[in-house]
């Protein structure tokens, strides 16, 4: 490389997520050259501080997604040609790919049809290692290395015969507010049987997960109530599905206190007991976190009939992480009210059931830890791939 020229780096970043860890790479880019890197592509308010012009806004990619996909497939159609060639007519040093696979992938594709000297590293493994497994070997020939930020996907992508991978790490391993709460959580805790236990609810931050489960964790806690517990129940949300959030729990005994502030959420955390969620990433945050939990989840009719493509053994993050049931899952109708009240129970008292959940937690931070900061891996592993 000339070292008196800029780096050229397109980029393909939808999610707010996605756009984060594009600007955190480019800057780690800059660090390790010392040189100025120039941005093409698409991403959002982070990528577009660092001098990103977007070909169009990211949010136009966000929301991809089996349905999503048809609906505005012509339009999507559209946006991936045009977003491949500007990625070629620019002829940048590297394509980094970042997430939103239905759309960035497939902009990869063209990219290495119409110009394969283009390197082209792809930011967050796509889950193959839970379903559709040989969409990894389909990427090899159009992706040249993949970062991953799950410990165990750089062996699964290798296994599967896809392309190689580099663990470089989770942002919520250095988020400020899981710190914190692992941190409070850390702290010598009250488990006598007499005291107001604090309990996190979880339902899920899409409009389907709270509808379905809302019910079954209302009664949950009507049943934890008549047993004798006293509770304080605090529901951290989102602004989106807060209006539906309101509305279904207006008729549980115990009313939550709902919670859309990012710091207080944290602060529930470390204040928490126990947790009963919807399975998703949280299942991570509080892993992370050191809150014992009890994840569920009920499908919809579409996905339950898509459940034979999935060939992962459990959903929850922190037990694939440490490859052991660390988490307890419940499914469709083995969500049961009075048996995530009494799981609830074993895990607001100091109980073997909650060591193993602790312990399990702790191996989750020793496999997710690295020695760098994500951003330095990831631009070591780009920068390997520049000629």
Not at 55 to 70: K, R, T
Not at 160 to 179: A, E, I, K, Q, S
Request: net charge positive; proline share 7%; glycine share 8%.
């Amino acid at each position: 490389m000339a070292n008196d020229r800029p780096l050229k780096i397109a980029i393909v970043a939808g999610e707010e997520s996605g756009d984060l860890l594009g600007a955190d790479l480019v800057q780690a880019l800059k660090r390790a050259t010392g040189r100025e890197v120039k941005l093409v592509g698409i991403g959002g308010r982070h990528l577009q501080a660092l001098g990103l012009t977007p070909l169009f806004e990211g949010s136009e990619i966000a929301l991809m997604g089996f349905s999503a996909v048809l609906r505005d497939l012509p339009r999507l159609m559209r946006r991936i040609g045009q977003t491949a060639d500007a990625v070629a007519g620019e002829k940048p040093d590297c394509l980094i790919t970042i997430d939103s696979p239905d759309f960035s992938l497939r902009v990869a594709r063209k990219v290495r049809a119409a110009d394969p000297t283009i390197p082209i590293v792809h930011y967050v493994c796509p889950s193959v290692w839970a379903w559709r497994p040989g969409r990894a070997v389909a990427m090899r020939p159009y992706v040249d290395h993949i970062l991953c930020i799950l410990p165990f996907e750089a062996k699964e992508l290798a296994r599967l015969g896809g392309p190689p991978g580099t663990y470089v790490g989770h942002r919520l391993t250095h988020d400020p507010g899981v710190l914190a709460a692992a941190r409070a959580q850390g702290l010598p805790r009250d488990l006598s049987g007499d005291r107001v236990k604090t309990l996190l609810v979880l339902p899920g931050s899409r409009g389907g997960e709270v509808r379905r489960l809302a019910g079954p964790f209302g009664k949950t806690i009507s049943i934890l109530r008549a047993r004798g517990h006293r509770l304080r129940v605090l529901l951290p949300t989102v602004p989106h599905v807060a209006d539906l959030v309101r509305a279904a729990v207006a008729s549980w005994d115990e009313k939550p206190e709902i919670i859309l502030d990012s710091e207080r959420k944290w602060q529930a955390f470390g204040k928490a007991d126990a947790a009963l969620i919807a399975s998703g990433t949280v299942s991570l945050e509080l892993a992370l976190s050191g809150v014992p939990m009890i994840s569920c989840y009920r499908l919809d009719p579409v996905m339950r009939l898509a459940q034979r493509l999935i060939t992962v053994w459990s959903a929850a993050l922190p037990n694939l992480i440490v490859d052991q049931p660390v988490v307890t899952e419940h499914y469709n109708e083995y969500v049961r009210p009075a048996y995530l009240a009494r799981q609830l129970e074993a895990l607001f008292s100091d109980t073997a059931y909650r060591a193993w959940q602790k312990d399990g937690f702790a191996e989750v931070s020793r496999r997710m830890a690295t020695a760098r900061p994500s951003g330095d891996i990831a631009a070591d592993v780009v920068l390997n791939h520049i000629k």
